[in-house]
């Protein structure tokens, strides 16, 4: 009886051979195309991608076009795929002075080459004098029984201090080798802040800081619009090693002696016996940036208002001072990449079918390299309620340099979707590697941050130091040679050498983590005690 339907089945096959029913491979991650995006948003014609500029209309430009294409539905203001950030540029004039003033001996700091930074207060001059005080790592951390400003009041005065936190190898004091949000050069500022200082320096060590001075050393940032009244510092900014000796010398210390106490339980704030006057004269121009954000709608009638959320930083540092002959940091690796994928996967994610319950928010931050600053805007004023959003995924800097056998994912162990990440990496046949740059603080350095610190279980992906077919150092030395060499640079540019197809795995595992997530009984949250746990708990998740 079974073989009278064989002609009819016969029939339904070359029927789906012929239109391509159930012939059409399900959608994948395409190399090319992410090669592609790459070239156009790192090459010259973007002018470095800087937020408010003719480089950044460019860009997103593009993003929009690639959303439209890729069939994402508009998601920001009006109708359109842009959320606007209104931002502040403040632009230091070099000939801003510096001194160290002890009775009659006045000491010069030379702008730029011993010290660096801008104006907080978002007005055109400051100025200042005041004494000095030494306040280690300026780290208040009860639960850890750590207090640098412990019996000073430093109201009205300008604190000096060291990035970077009290060195340990127990992962329960300060996070062990793992570097925490309290030794991110944010945080110093901002607490410096809520201690009502009128100024603060930090003393940039390569060692402390994790990157060179020439990182820090340029006049221009950018800095969300201030509230009237709101307290700011009249200048947030770095001294270079040479500034750092200079100061310290006129209290009878050198770098290494102080950052020595800074690092020593007990450590005292001290005064310095010298006072710092400052003259610092700012260009302050307002500005309006965009984050670029389209949606794909999910499948379920109820859990479509439900969000999982890809970001990437679109930005980066436009045109600037000349290296080697070339002034356009084009921001190839970083962040050309990650905006790649966040493209390419906007894409697939589109085209498959059926479509996970949950919606998916694919979202192109500003200003990242001037503190997070889209990513931050984000999620004081989210499109979708934090407590409705799932998941973020945020892609940051990924050096195409082949196949990875292993994907780093810092912080996804903190949350409840971590069950979700294992499954996603042993079907990818990807190893979850510890980061190797935790000392680095890389968990506080990017975008998803943004969205953690508001209560959304977030990271990102990066592949490990395990490529398949390259020796075992390869990636490391890879890395080290970049950060060295290319990081904030104008040689930050495409590679002939670099091999884009390690992109179609981390891609894939990021797309089975979030089709995880989309399709998930409950939202993910925080692990019980996690810093960010409060957050999500306020948003309404549980």
């Not at 209560?455 to 490391?476: C, E, I, W, Y």
Request: hydrophobic share 40%; charged share 25%.
């Amino acid at each position: 009886m079974a073989y009278r339907f064989l002609p009819l089945l016969g029939a339904l096959l070359l029927g789906a051979a012929v239109t391509g029913w159930a012939a059409d491979p399900p959608p994948s991650v395409s190399a090319d195309r992410i090669k592609a995006h790459v070239a156009h948003l790192a090459s010259d014609r973007l002018e470095g991608r800087g937020p408010g500029t003719r480089g950044e209309e460019l860009t997103i430009d593009y993003l929009e076009s690639e959303f439209k294409k890729a069939g994402l539905k508009p998601a920001g203001k009006g109708g359109t795929y842009l959320q606007p950030v209104p931002l502040v540029r403040v632009v230091t004039d070099p000939k801003s002075t510096l001194q160290v003033v002890k009775g009659k001996d006045v000491l010069d700091i030379a702008c730029e080459e011993e010290f660096a930074g801008t104006s907080q207060t978002q007005t055109e001059l400051e100025e200042f004098e005041a004494e000095a005080v030494f306040v280690g790592h300026g780290i208040t951390a009860p639960e850890f029984d750590w207090d640098d400003y412990k019996g000073v009041d430093v109201r009205g005065k300008v604190v000096v201090l060291f990035t970077n936190e009290p060195p340990s190898d127990d992962p329960k004091f300060f996070g062990g080798k793992a570097l925490t949000y309290y030794g991110r050069w944010t945080f110093k500022f901002e607490e410096a802040t809520r201690r009502g200082a009128k100024a603060c320096f930090i003393i940039h060590t390569n060692e402390t800081a994790g990157y060179p001075y020439s990182v820090v050393r340029p006049l221009d940032g950018a800095q969300l619009k201030r509230d009237p009244g709101q307290p700011a510092l009249a200048f947030a900014g770095w001294l270079s090693r040479k500034g750092g000796e200079k100061l310290l010398a006129r209290a009878g210390l050198t770098v290494d002696q102080a950052l020595k106490a800074a690092d020593t339980r007990g450590f005292k704030a001290v005064s310095l016996g010298v006072n710092l006057k400052g003259r610092i004269a700012t260009k302050v121009e307002k500005i309006v940036s965009n984050n670029v954000v389209g949606t794909v709608e999910g499948s379920d009638p109820v859990l479509k208002s439900e969000v999982v959320v890809f970001t990437a930083h679109w930005d980066h540092l436009g045109v600037g001072r000349a290296v080697v002959g070339d002034s356009i940091y084009n921001g190839a690796a970083d962040n050309a990449t990650g905006c790649a994928m966040l493209l390419e996967l906007a894409r697939v994610w589109a085209a498959q079918t059926p479509k996970p319950k949950r919606s998916a928010l694919f979202l192109a931050v500003t200003a990242e390299e001037k503190g997070l600053l889209g990513s931050k805007y984000y999620s004081e004023h989210p499109l979708v309620p934090l407590g409705k959003t799932a998941l973020g995924i945020n892609f940051d800097m990924i050096l195409p340099l082949g196949v990875p056998e292993s994907v780093v994912v810092t912080g996804a162990d903190r949350t409840t979707a971590w069950p979700l990440v294992k499954a996603a990496a042993e079907k990818n046949r990807l190893e979850i590697e510890p980061d190797q740059r935790a000392h680095l603080g890389i968990f506080y350095r990017s975008d998803h941050f943004s969205l953690a610190r508001a209560g959304v279980p977030a990271f990102s992906v990066g592949g490990g130091m395990k490529l398949k077919g390259k020796p075992a150092d390869f990636a490391r030395k890879a890395m080290q040679e970049f950060n060295d060499k290319a990081y904030h640079t104008p040689q930050d540019e495409v590679r002939p050498e670099w091999d884009y197809s390690g992109f179609v795995t981390l891609g894939g595992f990021a797309l089975d983590v979030a089709r995880a997530a989309a399709g998930a009984d409950r939202l993910p949250t925080w692990n019980p005690g996690d810093e960010f746990l409060p957050a999500r708990v306020k948003s309404g998740v549980k």
